[in-house]
């Protein structure tokens, strides 16, 4: 939130109203520990840059040390509803069926289809279903989903969008099925400053670490204050890209060159300067 | 379970140690009402016949009065648990990933598959699935989901447990997951006697009503009391299928009409004897 709000993505006052689990204000909560600042003006930053682990398994399987991030993907998240008529799986025929379950699969099947058609850097998940009313002798009624799609470049993005609509409405057709579909993110790709960018690659090539371009599919701070002066990052690999998780590892050698690369960078930017 | 256990099919004991929602007993709750008595030897039935709503949309779709039922699917269940690899959404590639959703969409595709492919009479139901861990950004590292088989013809109802066994295993080896399916639940098709059959379309051509010999596709007294007697069914249509629900809805004239068939068939097999 913090970068986010600086960079002047997030109103300040949706910042201090955000709510922990607890129901206690961020704003309030700043004012408790005494971190409430004012506001210092427009920002001014010659450029950002920002180590980080992969959270991915590319630069592990690969075996390179440094990967010079060239941007963030873009993100779209979808919402979808399937409708169709709960009934008791013995005496229902097959052929008079409205299986929003059915669906459902099939709508799994085409996002992963997707993803894949839309390579490289694409990337299309559904984490979360849920089937109404879950009963193992009753043919589901109505089935929640997700939907995440991913890319690098916008106007993929935006045809991977399209497939998405095309399709389901043909199978909720063929299903005999209500399809709601809500569209409740839209994230554009964030290219990073080719300048930062160079200067990663230059730290990452005058000590000889094995490197690679890669795309970040997570949100980081550096893909926020791209929006307002040049950023760049450096990733290092990690254990099976696990993160956010006690497991989550790195080796110290790699975490060094990270921290060189990152040194180097500064030093470059700051030498242009 | 009063039915099942005078059959025999379930064990005295087993039936009054089966315990409610609140941890009662149906033994203790039997002798509370002053209902549990002895049991009586070997029982002597002639004939049974049960007069039902349908359950299911077929006698309305067809405007048959009277559903001839010939008998009841034998039912076979199984538990499939897939297990991948948890993963962020963003920085996985799609090559990389283990999705157990991506497997489990297959799995309920070739079930309803193998439902179509085995009519007539042929039912096959996903009706449970259970995402793990449910999250919009994580790749589903397990899912869990139930598959409920029913077919009047015990070797067919083989052959699509055989079916689904091998592509459940096709699919699990294609997506890299590990699978476990487990059978929970096998009960033989039931064939209702010939001579109670023959007394309910005699019953139903005697007063000229409309129908059509029917399985049973749900359980029913009739199909446990076949085990150990001459048994039959007369169904009549319900609205819309829909039973077990405060909805359930039959007409007077097709209740009545069910009636007078039960009362001939009844009256049929007595003068048999």
Redesign the interface.
């Known amino acids: 939130m913090g970068s986010g709000a600086y960079a002047g993505l997030f109103p300040l006052a949706d910042v201090y109203a955000a709510r922990d689990v607890d129901g206690k204000t961020f704003g309030e909560e700043l004012e408790r520990i005494g971190y409430k600042g004012e506001p210092r003006g427009t920002p001014t930053v010659g450029a950002y840059f920002e180590a980080h682990i ?5 630069l592990e ?1 690969e075996k390179r040390t440094i990967g010079i991030v060239t941007g963030a ?1 873009g ?1 779209r ?1 979808f919402e979808i509803t399937l409708t169709g008529m709960e ?10 069926r409205r ?1 929003a ?2 669906g ?3 709508i ?2 085409t996002v ?1 289809r997707i ?2 058609e839309f ?1 490289p850097d ?10 109404h009313p ?7 009624g109505r089935v929640f989903l ?1 939907v ?1 799609f ?1 890319h690098p470049v916008d106007a993929r993005l935006a045809a991977m969008d399209a497939a998405l609509r095309a399709e389901a409405a043909a199978i909720a057709d063929k299903c005999r099925l209500e399809l709601e579909l809500k569209q409740i993110l839209d994230f554009k790709a964030t290219p990073f400053d080719a300048g930062c960018v160079a200067a990663v690659r230059a730290g990452a090539e005058r000590h000889g670490y094995s490197h690679r371009d890669i795309i ?4 980081h701070d550096a893909v926020y204050v791209a929006k307002i002066a040049p950023a760049g990052m450096i990733f290092v690999p990690c254990e099976d ?4 998780n006690e497991i989550e590892n790195a080796t110290l050698d790699d975490l060094a060159a990270g921290c060189q690369v990152l040194l180097h960078a500064v030093l470059d930017k700051a030498g242009a300067r």
Do not use: K
Not at 87 to 96: I, L
């Open positions: 992969e959270q991915g398994p590319i399987a993907q993100q998240w009934a008791h799986a013995g005496p229902t025929p097959m052929a008079r299986d379950l059915v459902a699969a099939e799994v099947r992963n993803g894949h390579q694409a990337c299309a998940t559904v984490g979360m279903m849920q089937v879950n009963s193992r002798n009753v043919i589901p997700t995440d991913r970040s599919g997570a949100g890209g696990i993160s956010h």
